[in-house]
Nanobody
Framework: QVQLVESGGGSVQAGGSLRLSCVAS?????????LSWYRQAPGKEREFVAS???????EYADSVKGRFTISRDNAKNAMYLQMNVLRPEDTAMYYC??????????????????WGQGTQVTVSS
């Protein structure tokens, strides 16, 4: 089973920076994994933040464009989120997500997702 562990969260003042990490274990080396960051603020639905595929194709939510940078290190099975110019609206639990893939008969088949436990980011004004 794939295990995802987030780290790097904390409390910062508005305008500050944090770098989040997501380290995965249990990957099937025959499969390439698409990785995403999501976040969930109190009383709100979980929302997409950024994603990066195995070839480095990146997408960002409009709310973080120009401030956040996603990257990955395939050799380390790790994904990172550099967050700059943080705002109070960025306060949330940040979660790492990856598809659940099973290598079967020469194909990587998807069935659901894996989620990390989350890391808290708090931005004060």
């Amino acid at each position: 089973q794939v295990q995802l562990v987030e780290s790097g969260g904390g409390s910062v003042q508005a305008g500050g920076s944090l770098r989040l990490s997501c380290v995965a274990s249990g990957y099937d080396t025959n499969c390439d994994y698409f990785l995403s960051w999501y976040r969930q603020a109190p009383g709100k639905e979980r929302e997409f933040v950024a994603s990066i595929d195995s070839d480095g194709k990146i997408e960002y939510a409009d709310s973080v464009k120009g401030r956040f940078t996603i990257s990955r290190d395939n050799a380390k099975n790790a994904m990172y989120l550099q967050m700059n110019v943080l705002r109070p609206e960025d306060t949330a639990m940040y979660y790492c997500k990856t598809p659940r893939l099973t290598f079967t008969f020469g194909a990587c088949l998807r069935a659901g997702n894996y989620w990390g436990q989350g890391t808290q980011v708090t931005v004060s004004s």
